[in-house]
């Protein structure tokens, strides 16, 4: 009855250990996306700038190099806008979201006297990200030169049309 006794007690023992090797501290962290604040915004006539954000689903603790590629459209890059950080040769904007953080930001400003129509605009795609940060769906912004106006005439407002 004895050994029956020290068996038991060196299993739940062994138990213990096993489970206290597995602490919370210790589980793996959920994946870490980056993606833009939001997928579209319009810069009015009267702004001059817009800031544009870039987050990541949870803070970082490594500095996170970012590629955003950029296309125009309608637009010259230095003559009717510019971007801080600045486009590279080959239209790419370099950004790192430092660590402790969980934001970096690409602000797009007019080049004063430049006219625009209203159909111009520049979008952004994350195009790589250093690891662990995984690029979410939400890759893309688009950033028309005019105000954004609804595509159509009806809103939902709790749960009925109007």
């Known amino acids: 009855m004895k050994s029956f006794g020290f068996k038991l007690i060196g299993v739940i ?10 602490r919370k501290k ?4 959920p994946d870490n996306y980056v993606s833009f604040e939001t997928d579209s915004q319009g810069l009015s006539a009267g702004e ?12 970082t603790d ?32 370099q950004l790192v979201i430092p660590s402790g953080n969980n934001e970096a930001s690409i602000t ?3 080049v004063p006297g430049a006219l625009y ?3 111009e ?24 030169f005019a105000e954004l106006i609804a595509g159509t005439g009806s809103a939902t407002i709790n749960g009925g049309g109007v």
Do not use: Q, W
């Open 48 to 59: 001059n700038s817009i800031t544009v954000k870039l987050k990541l689903s949870r803070n």
């Open 121 to 144: 605009s520049v979008s952004f795609e994350i195009y790589s990200s250093g690891s662990p940060v995984l690029i979410s769906n939400s890759k893309k912004f688009n950033l028309t």
């Open 108 to 110: 797009i400003s007019k």
């Open 117 to 119: 129509d209203g159909d």
């Open 13 to 22: 023992f062994s138990v213990s250990i096993l489970f206290s090797a597995c």
């Open 26 to 29: 210790d589980a793996l962290l």
């Open 62 to 93: 490594k500095d996170i190099p970012l590629v955003v590629k950029m296309v125009t459209s309608g637009l010259e890059l230095g003559t009717d806008f510019t971007t801080a950080p600045a486009v590279n040769a080959t239209g790419e904007i």
